[in-house]
């Protein structure tokens, strides 16, 4: 009996031991290795990888930006927190505590946040026709392009009626170039004639450049209202040189930077082409009809759209019939920004993406990318992690406003731009309105 109850003392001392050891001082220290995903939202689970960690819920002790978060389960090698709500945009601390014992100098990076857009009509009644006016009071003929000025002012290639127009930031709509005849006349605003304007771009100075289609031509209205033109001279063709000494092929969208350097997308060329403030034209990227990454000529494209200047100076090309993104450096080395090449409307990062057609795109002051995607009916938008979302739209093409972006609906929209504010404009070709997309409040 007295041996039982040695045995019985013993086993109680070595569990308190125990205990105490799991608790205190003569457990190793705990290591954290590493924590994935290193960035997401509010939500979002995050593994913490290590070793050493407790077996006891309530040692286990996280912090992100100070807030406790819930463990969601946790063994001795790996704790599984939900990210905690958060007013945070960027990188904040994260504290690990094990039964007391800190580990620091851990990080976690907090997204932006997705807001969804309110969409509504900003200016056009839909009806296929013309009239200037205020708001739905105007009328618009398939507007092709969208620009925006210094001024806030929306530029508007309203394609069938041959004739440039300009939105005010209150919506009043006016013409600016073209007297709906379509034709290849320089001079004055009011007499000038386009054929077939596709798509927009605002030089610094406000100098309004004009991708003319059907003339196969690049043309300018000067912010003093005078129309020239800067290279093509009418004919179909491929070649480089001065002037009007260019040809081009449906030159579909045009993007000038800060160098006064012209980048237009030729579409039925399949090609890139680059004129220099004193008018030269060259090809910077693109051949043949098909899909290719490389530098020059050895890149290709199957009737690129749309094109806009990044952040980091490349350029970005909506490639419509490859379904996808591309990127073109200053030096014509071309490769695949975003897309798998498979027609869909498909969100997901930027390899997994799907699109249908896509057609134009932007680039906002923040570096999220806006395309519009033509067969999708819908609003893209890249955001600056790499992530695809639908932000209107629904893949079913028709006309509704409204603030969840599955029930908003566009009809072959064709081009974007965004202002200062973040607003994203819209050319609802087939719905023939200009649409803007507001982010709600957060």
Not at 306 to 328: E, M, P, S, T
Not at 345 to 371: H, M, Q, R
């Amino acid at each position: 009996m007295k041996r039982f109850m040695l045995l019985l003392l013993a086993i109680g001392l070595l569990n308190a031991s125990c205990k105490k050891d799991e608790k205190t001082g003569n457990r190793p220290d705990p290591v954290v290795s590493s924590i994935s995903p290193e960035r997401g939202r509010a939500g979002t689970v995050l593994t913490i990888s290590g070793e050493n960690f407790s077996r006891l819920r309530t040692d286990n002790i996280i912090r992100i930006n100070g807030i406790e978060s819930k463990i969601v389960t946790f063994n001795e090698q790996n704790i599984y927190v939900e990210v905690p709500e958060s007013e945070a945009v960027g990188n904040v601390p994260v504290s690990v505590s094990i039964a007391g014992r800190p580990v620091e100098g851990l990080s976690f990076e907090y997204m932006e946040p997705i807001i969804p857009y309110t969409t509504e009509t900003f200016a056009g009644d839909g009806t296929a026709s013309f009239a200037d006016g205020t708001g739905v009071a105007a009328k618009f003929n398939n507007p092709e392009g969208v620009a925006i000025d210094s001024k806030g002012n929306i530029i508007v290639a309203d394609r069938v009626n041959n004739r440039i127009r300009k939105i005010t930031p209150d919506g009043v709509v006016s013409t600016l170039a073209g007297t709906g005849t379509a034709g290849r006349v320089d001079g004055p605003a009011a007499t000038a004639r386009f054929s077939g304007p596709w798509k927009v771009a605002v030089d610094k100075n406000d100098n309004i450049i004009v991708a003319d289609r059907t003339n196969n031509m690049i043309r300018k209205i000067s912010a003093d209202g005078i129309v020239s033109t800067i290279a093509g001279n009418g004919t179909a063709g491929t070649a480089d040189g001065l002037g009007t000494a260019a040809r081009f092929s449906y030159p579909q969208d045009v993007e000038v930077d800060d160098n006064g350097i012209i980048y237009v997308v030729d579409y039925t060329n399949d090609r890139i082409r680059k004129i220099t403030p004193d008018g030269t034209v060259s090809t910077l990227a693109g051949s043949s009809t098909g899909y290719a990454d490389g530098t020059g000529t050895d890149a290709k494209f199957d009737k690129p759209c749309g094109i806009a200047i990044a952040h980091d100076g490349n350029l970005l090309v909506v490639d419509r019939n490859n379904q996808r993104v591309r990127k073109v450096t200053p030096q014509g080395v071309v490769t695949t920004f975003a897309g798998s090449g498979t027609k869909g409307l498909v969100d997901g990062d930027l390899a997994t993406a799907a699109f249908s057609e896509p057609y134009g795109l932007c680039v906002d002051k923040n570096g999220n990318i806006f395309v519009a995607d033509l067969a999708g009916h819908a609003i893209r938008k890249i955001t600056i992690y790499g992530e695809v979302i639908t932000i209107a739209g629904n893949g079913t093409g028709g006309f509704a406003d409204g603030t969840v972006a599955s029930a908003v609906m566009l009809k072959n929209p064709t081009d974007v731009v965004t202002d200062s504010q973040g607003r994203v404009y819209v050319a609802d070709l087939a719905n023939h309105r200009v649409r803007r997309l507001v982010q709600q409040s957060k």
